[in-house]
């Protein structure tokens, strides 16, 4: 599967933003999809993670109760709602995509999208 991201930009902090992530391929549906960051210096870590069916979502302590993860398998699309922005929560977001499941890892999922830039202004 290959994937694209969109929806980054620049918003103040309190902000909120939709990043969206459409998939090609008519096998979207089996899938657990996921979101990463990774600032600048840092390693890329896990923001959210959700099921083939959407009916089981996963997040990061460090975002939970802020930002939600959905899909629209009928669109091929997976998104992250990110409310409450935070200039912390500034970094390029990856939606990644695996038929293995949920983790944590990044080096788990094996498909992965070019990224889209968050920036949070304090």
């Known amino acids: 599967v290959q994937l694209q991201a969109y929806g980054g930009g620049l918003v103040q902090a309190g902000g909120s933003l939709r990043l969206s992530c459409a998939a090609s391929?008519?096998?979207?549906?089996?899938?657990?999809m996921a979101w990463f960051r990774q600032a600048p210096g840092k390693e890329r870590d896990f923001v959210a993670a959700?099921?083939?069916?959407?009916?089981?979502?996963f997040y990061a302590d460090s975002v939970k109760g802020r930002f939600t993860i959905s899909r629209d398998n009928a669109k091929n699309t997976v998104y992250l709602q990110m409310n409450s922005l935070e200039p912390e929560d500034s970094a390029v977001y990856y939606c990644?995509?695996?038929?293995?499941?949920?983790?944590?890892?990044?080096?788990?999922?094996?498909?992965w999208g070019q990224g889209t830039q968050v920036t949070v202004s304090s």
């Open positions: 959700v099921d083939w069916s959407g009916g089981r979502q």
């Open positions: 990644a995509a695996d038929r293995a499941g949920t983790t944590r890892v990044d080096r788990d999922w094996g498909s």
């Open positions: 391929g008519r096998t979207f549906s089996s899938y657990a």
